[in-house]
């Protein structure tokens, strides 16, 4: 509750007003009243409106700011993996329709009317909108944080009324289903590309993944196994997996295949003396290869292929490893675990368009209904035998009933 205090001699004396503010802490200012009672009644009111500024009932004095200088200063301090991703869609979707509205104006039915003034455009799909929204909130909760707004309108959003992203049909996604095409890619790409794509399309790894391997990574493949330590766009960041610090994850490669493409690149890196600790894939200058290279030259081997357009690198690699192994009857789990993936959820999610035709001897040993006993679990009670014991059972319990 407020209260007041004074400073100075008794004659003149200076009230101050000791309340909480709109963040819960308490605070001291200065209220140029002459009496007790005046400055007590400042000081209520003080606290009635933090009070109604931390309940939102009320726009913090901050909340005048727009909310394009604000969205810059977020943006700019953006760290996560994805912030090139998002300050890209920040410059391109949201600040160009709320630089010039004040933080205190992002209310419900102003969000509502963007995401339809989005969706009427149809510039772009459901996903992007759904993220745009998240950049929109995200930006909203740290500036209810900051004292700039009073909260975060975007959470008031009903769940049905939020963007879904629609995913395409099982049939339209394009992958690599065979090893002739495969072939056909890895020949089409020039030197260290094809290796680039062996990896990905064999393992299932992420493209980050490739381009920060070490020779070092690559002492296991005559054993099937690829070790996977680095990602990022440096080559040196955090595997996608790893949350709370680096970590290192393995991957299954075949090893006459690996040793066949690779071999001659680990020749010439070690006959140059590179350290075991340096990028497999370089350029000429020594320089990592990064992705936009590996980007070009796929879509130069598309086009002289006559491949879809919808095959990029992720669905030809990562997508079509998982597709594959699925198909092949791997379990959810084993793909998920090799891939890296957070749960089996997400690899049932991504690749059910791969119908399973292969079932485990453990699903199939109770489906049949013969006398084996390695096919029979449950008794059927209107079996030869197993009836006339029931009736048996039921006139002797009908006897002791009558007894």
């Not at 998002?86 to 004040?102: E, S, T």
């Not at 690779?262 to 290869?289: K, N, S, T, Y």
């Not at 130069?300 to 594959?324: C, D, I, Q, V, W």
Request: net charge positive.
């Amino acid at each position: 509750m407020a209260s007041v205090f004074h400073r100075g001699p008794k004659t003149a004396p200076r009230w101050y007003a000791r309340f909480k503010d709109v963040s819960g802490r308490w605070v001291s200012r200065r209220v140029r009243q002459e009496s007790r009672r005046d400055a007590v009644r400042v000081a209520r009111a003080l606290e009635a409106k933090a009070e109604r500024q931390r309940l939102g009932l009320e726009a913090p004095e901050q909340a005048g700011e727009l909310v394009g200088p604000l969205m810059k200063k977020w943006a700019a301090s953006l760290s996560n993996r994805s912030a090139a991703t998002d300050v890209g869609r920040l410059n391109l979707h949201v600040l160009p329709a709320w630089r010039g509205v004040r933080v205190a104006d992002v209310d419900l039915p102003r969000i509502m009317a963007w995401l339809d003034q989005m969706a009427d455009q149809g510039e772009i799909g459901p996903g992007s909108r759904r993220h745009c929204l998240g950049l929109l909130s995200r930006f909203m909760s740290w500036a209810v944080a900051r004292g700039h707004a009073p909260r975060n309108a975007c959470r008031d959003i009903p769940a049905g009324s939020r963007p879904r992203p629609i995913a395409p049909p099982a049939e339209s996604i394009p992958w690599v289903k065979d090893d002739d095409q495969a072939i056909a890619i890895l020949r089409a790409l020039p030197s260290p590309f094809d290796a680039v794509f062996f990896i990905g399309n064999r393992s299932g790894a992420r493209l980050s993944e490739i381009l920060s391997l070490r020779l070092s990574d690559l002492d296991g493949i005559d054993q099937g196994v690829l070790r996977i330590r680095y990602a990022g766009e440096d080559g040196a960041g955090w595997l996608k997996e790893a949350k709370h610090g680096p970590r290192t994850k393995y991957a299954p490669i075949p090893p006459g295949d690996a040793r066949a493409v690779l071999g001659p690149i680990l020749d010439a890196r070690l006959l140059a003396g590179a350290d075991p600790e340096a990028f497999v894939f370089v350029d000429q200058d020594g320089d990592r290869i990064d992705r936009h290279a590996v980007t070009f030259r796929w879509r130069k081997m598309r086009e002289a292929l006559g491949l879809p357009n919808g095959l990029n690198f992720y669905r030809a690699t990562r997508h079509s490893a998982a597709s594959r192994a699925q198909a092949a009857g791997a379990s959810a789990t084993e793909i998920g675990e090799a891939l890296g993936h957070a749960s089996p959820g997400v690899t049932l999610r991504h690749y059910m368009h791969a119908e399973r035709r292969r079932f485990s001897s453990i699903l199939t040993a109770g489906l049949g209904l013969d006398a084996a006993s390695d096919a029979q679990v449950i008794p059927l009670v209107g079996r030869t035998g197993a009836t006339d014991e029931a009736e048996q059972t039921s006139a002797e319990r009908g006897d002791a009933h009558a007894a």
